[in-house]
């Protein structure tokens, strides 16, 4: 810096090795606070999560220990389920939510509106109810102490991929997840587990540093991260690829 007469000034060089430090300063930061904002999104998801178990453990202590329905299907189908799991915990006074601000349905990680679920049911854990004898007879609800699996390693409640708005009935591709992981292109069905992760990368035989959470059937939530194998030929997995990962299915 020089000073003419009572007026100081920078010279060129020294501006231009200001900007430099500046500019190194924020290539280091910026992504050591992206990553401290993606901490502090999977954290509260988990929070959500954990509400959600403590909600579901309410209505199981209501109900001799049967789990909230993934979905009621008064018509005995597929296809014109209704209401939705979080639905009947609000009908039943355990859970508390309003689709038009941030609420516990809605992890903060994820891009859909605020009145769109971000969580999905697993159908193979709650199951529906249902008049059909045949349908109940593989989809049916189910027990907790019809267990053969620990409840801390199976899957009650997931991050969904599709979108499903709160308030509207379940359809096929909606919030109820068939599958492990949904990646499929046609209609997402499944739990997603990019949600979470910034490198996520999807090939025809693998999900690489992939990441998600699930509310675990005990009552507590829990993060799980890896690369998975796909089942060959289509990109989703189907039930489960076992541990370290939970179950989809409560029995073996």
């Not at 903060?108 to 854990?125: G, M």
């Not at 053969?148 to 409640?157: C, E, G, K």
């Not at 109820?176 to 990019?194: C, P, R």
């Not at 959470?213 to 039930?239: P, V, W």
Request: proline share 6%.
């Amino acid at each position: 810096m020089y000073c003419l007469k009572t007026r100081c000034a920078f010279t060129l060089i020294e501006l231009l090795v200001v900007i430099a430090i500046v500019s190194l300063l924020m290539s280091i930061l910026l992504p050591a606070l992206s990553n401290a904002r993606d901490v502090a999104r999977s954290v509260t998801c988990l929070s959500n999560l954990r509400g959600i178990g403590r909600s579901q453990w309410m209505y199981l202590s209501e109900n001799n220990d049967w789990l909230v329905p993934a979905a009621t299907s008064y018509r005995g189908n597929l296809h014109d389920d209704q209401p939705l799991w979080y639905e009947r915990l609000r009908e039943a006074g355990c859970i508390e939510f309003t689709p038009d601000g941030n609420h516990i349905l809605h992890c903060p990680a994820d891009e859909s509106p605020l009145d769109y679920t971000s969580y999905a049911a697993n159908r193979w854990t709650n199951g529906f109810e249902t008049p059909s004898a045949e349908m109940a007879a593989r989809w049916g609800t189910r027990n907790l102490s019809s267990f053969t699996r620990s409840p801390s390693a199976v899957i009650l409640v997931g991050e969904q991929t599709s979108y499903s708005g709160i308030g509207r009935y379940y359809s096929p591709v909606g919030s109820n997840s068939m599958w492990f992981a949904g990646e499929l292109s046609a209609n997402g069905i499944g739990f997603t587990w990019k949600r979470h992760s910034r490198n996520y990368e999807l090939t025809a035989m693998q999900m690489r540093s992939a990441q998600t959470n699930f509310l675990l059937a005990d009552g507590h939530a829990e993060s799980f991260s890896g690369d998975l194998d796909l089942d060959a030929g289509r990109s989703y997995i189907y039930r489960s690829p076992g541990p370290p990962y939970p179950y989809l299915e409560p029995t073996e």
